[in-house]
């Protein structure tokens, strides 16, 4: 039964299609999954930016690269860029507090048309300031246009997505560690959904709106 799952049944989260190269990993905290998420990206395109120009230089790639994310978007987003040694865009949103896609788009082409390189955008699924949530559709045909990595942090109200009546913010959502060791982060998640139950946690999270 499909309903007594927390995520839709997809081959992106199933093991049977042995096809897929998707995966995951239980990380310490929100800030460093999004730390990873923009170091894998930045790996990404510096290897791909290799393969067009295979002369070109690591730092030469590193100094252009730049990343798009809401101002209501978490700090984390900002520190990660700082560690990565990346640039930073904190884009404006609309009257109900999202980002949207014209606005990603004309900063994007504007970065391109002084030679930088977009690489990553990191959207948000529940700002901590007022819960609201960016265009994810908009956004994804964008990065799929320009083929960039287009990340989600879902840390604040991701969690309302095993409730059926907030599928609709999943839409567009279709189109590992820093660490060698793995400690068992699983076993807190494990034991809250053996307890509660799918259906019990999407009770408690409908009551909270309610």
Known sequence: NNDSKAMPNTSYNSS????????????GSASECVLMAILAARTKKIE???????????????????????????SCVEKAGLIAMIKVRQL?????????????DTCIQADKDNGLIPFFVCGTLGTTSCASYDNFE??????QREKIWFHVDGAYAGSALI???????KKGFEHWSIALSRRFRALK??????SYGVEGLRNYILQLFQ
Not at 138 to 143: D, K, L, M, R, W
Not at 163 to 169: G, T, V, W
Not at 189 to 194: D, E, G, M, Y
Request: charged share 25%; hydrophobic share 40%.
């Open 92 to 104: 404006a949103v609309d009257e109900n507090f999202s980002l949207r896609g014209k606005t990603l």
């Open 16 to 27: 049977e299609d042995r096809e897929q190269t998707g995966g995951g990993v239980l990380l």
């Open 138 to 143: 908009e956004i994804g045909e964008i990065c």
């Open 48 to 74: 791909s930016q290799r393969m067009i120009n295979p002369l070109i230089k690591d730092a030469e790639i590193l100094s252009n690269l730049v990343c798009y994310t809401s101002k209501l978007a978490h």
């Open 163 to 169: 409730c059926h009546e907030f599928s609709y913010l």
């Open 189 to 194: 998640l494990w034991f809250t959904i053996r």
